[in-house]
């Protein structure tokens, strides 16, 4: 699990100390298990908890975590450091990029695991990407394309003909795929 070090927890209890209404902080990943994983760090107010967040007492103050990024976060260390600036808060969580995909992992997760592991590597040939931006209430996953695929003439059948048929052959609750992506813009079209 996450480990806050003695100065991070300082620290971080100082912040909070100057914010009237945050109840303590709040941890995630923005897209954990891709090469875009992101850990993050914010203050928790009324309202930012989700009903699935775990609660974890740090002493000096609340940390809420959220579930689907609990076992992105095993082994993450928090830690601050004084220096002649101030100082430095680091975040280290070596498995935030590391996918801990299964049948029962959430279906953002195993879609992202499905585009990054699949997907991208096939589209980067001709300089493209694909990634998740949501999932609708109807279990739609709606994508954005870059590089060489944003602006190109074929992405409409890389879409239908590869995206879609590859994720949802591999998570069948998916119903379909919608691209976002504005294709006006074809200065790296690959066609």
């Excluded at 590597?121 to 001709?126: E, G, N, R």
């Excluded at 003439?153 to 048929?165: M, P, Q």
Aim: glycine share 6%; proline share 4%; with cysteine.
């Amino acid at each position: 699990m996450i480990t806050i070090t003695e100065s991070a927890r300082s620290y971080l209890k100082e912040l909070l100390d100057k914010q009237e209404d945050a109840l303590g902080v709040r941890v995630f990943i923005n897209n954990p298990g891709t090469p875009r994983a992101e850990t993050c760090i914010a203050y928790c107010r009324e309202g930012d908890k989700q009903a699935s967040d775990e609660a974890f007492d740090f002493e000096l103050f609340q940390a809420w975590i959220e579930a689907r990024s609990l076992p992105f976060l095993e082994d993450a260390v928090v830690d601050y450091a004084k220096d002649k600036m101030g100082g430095q808060l680091t975040i280290k969580a070596p498995n935030a990029k590391m996918p801990h995909v299964d049948a029962d992992s959430p279906i953002e997760d195993r879609i992202n695991y499905v585009l990054y592991n699949e997907v991208n590597p096939s589209l980067a040939s001709h300089g493209g990407d694909v990634s998740l931006v949501e999932i609708t209430d109807e279990n739609v996953a709606i994508l954005r394309f870059g590089g060489g695929c944003q602006g190109c003439s074929a992405v409409s059948i890389t879409l239908k003909d590869g995206v879609e048929k590859t994720l949802i052959e591999q998570i069948p609750e998916l119903t379909g795929v919608r691209d976002m992506t504005d294709h006006t813009d074809r200065s790296n079209a690959y066609y």
